[in-house]
């Protein structure tokens, strides 16, 4: 069953019900821009990550921008990006199973579609299914660089998986899949800078040891929201993958620069509006949002507007601030903006987006791929 | 958009697509009749909570076996529980804004609805609503006993809510709610039993305020999966509001019995079922569930089956294992099953249950609630 949306198009803000998942459009559209600029100045291509936001009609903004397709995480989550557009989609993970590696080899006849593999088992049974559709999957190896998840040592353990996808009708060997997502929240310039550094390097000799055997890279693509600037600047990453630079959250806002100040090159612009539902007593203030309103995976939301007030407590339903000062005005029904600690499993929570333009709602957009697990 | 469910009836659980919803129904069906003994012997009603099930098929076999409704926290999952045939719905919540106000009291001409209050001017809405929609709510007042959350304080303040609501045209004055949350996880049995004490007495003093003015209560509520033996044993407690019950979870096994003891009287009923997509380092296995798939409020997933395998650390789309001993054979493809650390949050991320009877797949269920978060 889907979830109605919590406003219409035309309706002020104060008319929106809440807990609703908010994007401030001017910010928005500013973080796109600034991504768009970025990858133009460093030379490289975006491809942005669907994970964040699993919006087939964000997507299509940032291509119209210049970036060359989306990534994502689920086979899911890429049936519902091409059915919304997208023509090339990277599944920027191990696809694993019958069914869902049918279901990405039917998918490859209707858009490029390129997923990511650590195993040689896995590259028969990719080319099996790729045979049997008639189709044609782009892979790439995935290397770890530092993050200790996915992916094969980078060097000959890599090659050889090359090898093995270049001798293999029904697939193309497209490059290395080198993301550092451990790399991304880690706080301090120069020990992040030094991670990638690190994966740079890796990634440059498997790069080397690929061309020793004749077989060349189209993509060498990672990076996130944290990172993009030292691989986008490393002269053999191709692609881009950052997600979260659309949107931000309070745990990216973390992450301190050169000179050791917080803060990032884009804005908070996603929110989430809350109502005051519950002031018994007067320095707790209780809003209508909790565990499934947002991810605290990755720390609490911040309350926006009112720096006097503190989310401290999250139960299912609930959140629980601290107020002081100003904030001691906040009162029963009023309504509060929240910055998510992680934007993307906290996107993941909601049926839509009600995009905002100053006061007034102008685009209901679905979270179309919310859910999209499998 | 809906999810296609990743099972169809009849299927093997070798042939369910993963991350899934898995639902063992012996185990399941037993958690349903013990709590139905259990409050048929303590002399108390069950109102069982469906913010953990989300589910019309699941509040109606609590009803089947003596449940005389359910709660929930959200409108919105009221509206979904009467539309499933559910006559008697408490929002064991307040409700603020004009719009959810009016939802209720719409409701309420289509079944018995039931809501708490802490506020004075949401009595006068709530009533105002009422007499618009020709329905009228049974209304119970809220008293903080002991979790810091919703609520007035129990006495006085309580008495001059419910002297209000009883004065209003609409409304029902129905009772307490004396629901502590901040009680289900505490640990040690006596500090628990001591925190249940105090509410029981807060709360007797409360009804016997009430009883000095006229006012008897027809309802007073409360108790969850962790304390219910102690408000169902209490004599002035008429209904217990236990959600968990129906699956479990990894967080509400580390509560102690009075020896010391971990676990409970109901069983883990509710697991994620996962598959190994990545297998490349001796000591680590890689599975297709992570923070969009768990929530991780409460800790992260035990591992079912393995006792050599620690589940360690989620990433939006993963989940990384620690393996050792026997565990090591666990191979690339395998698929393992999970146990949630905190159900409900978790089941509040996915579209379909799979009821498993043994290994083949019998049921379906929409999570028709998922997402209903206004």
């Not at 768009?36 to 990550?49: E, T, W």
């Not at 990277?90 to 069914?99: D, F, P, T």
């Not at 090659?159 to 697939?171: E, P, T």
Request: hydrophobic share 45%.
């Amino acid at each position: 069953m889907t979830i109605a949306p919590p406003a219409r198009v035309g309706m002020s803000l104060d008319e929106v019900d809440t807990p609703a998942l908010l994007i401030d459009l001017d910010a928005f559209e500013r973080n796109l821009d600034r991504m768009a600029d970025a990858a133009a100045q460093l030379g490289v291509r975006l491809r942005a990550h669907a994970k964040t936001h699993k919006s087939p009609v964000i997507a299509n903004m940032q291509i119209a921008r210049g970036a060359i397709g989306q990534c994502c995480q689920k086979v899911g989550e890429a049936e519902i990006l091409v059915a919304g557009g997208v023509a090339d989609v990277l599944v920027s993970n191990q696809v694993i199973g019958a069914s869902k590696i049918a279901r990405l080899a039917g998918l490859a006849r209707h858009a490029t579609v390129r997923v990511c593999v650590d195993d040689a088992n896995n590259i028969d049974d990719l080319a099996a299914a790729a045979r049997q559709h008639g189709s044609c999957l782009s892979v790439l190896v995935e290397i770890d660089v530092g993050t200790g998840r996915c992916g094969v040592a980078p060097g000959a353990a890599a090659v050889a998986l090359a090898q093995k996808i270049a001798a293999q009708d029904g697939l193309q060997f497209s490059g290395l899949q080198a993301y550092h997502g451990g790399a991304q929240h880690i706080r301090g310039f120069t020990e992040r800078k030094a991670a990638i550094d690190h994966a740079i390097s890796v990634t440059r000799d498997t790069i080397d040891q690929l061309a020793a055997v004749g077989l060349d890279c189209e993509i060498v693509g990672g990076a996130g929201t944290g990172t993009f600037r030292f691989e986008g600047a490393s002269g053999i990453y191709t692609e881009i993958q950052a997600g979260s630079y659309v949107f931000m959250d309070a745990d990216y806002g973390r992450n301190l620069d050169l000179d050791g100040a917080e803060g990032s090159e884009f804005e908070h612009s996603l929110f989430v509006l809350a109502t005051v539902m519950s002031r018994t007593a007067d320095d707790r203030v209780i809003v209508d949002g909790g565990l499934k309103t947002f991810a605290v995976d990755s720390g609490l939301p911040l309350v926006a507007d009112h720096p006097d007030a503190i989310y401290v407590g999250a139960s299912d339903e609930h959140g629980r601030l601290s107020v002081s000062g100003d904030a001691r005005q906040i009162a029963l029904g009023d309504r509060l903006r929240l910055i998510p600690g992680h934007c993307d499993p906290t996107v993941n929570l909601h049926d839509w987006y009600v995009g905002m333009r100053g006061d007034v709602v102008e685009a209901v957009w679905p979270v179309a791929a919310r859910g999209a697990l499998f």
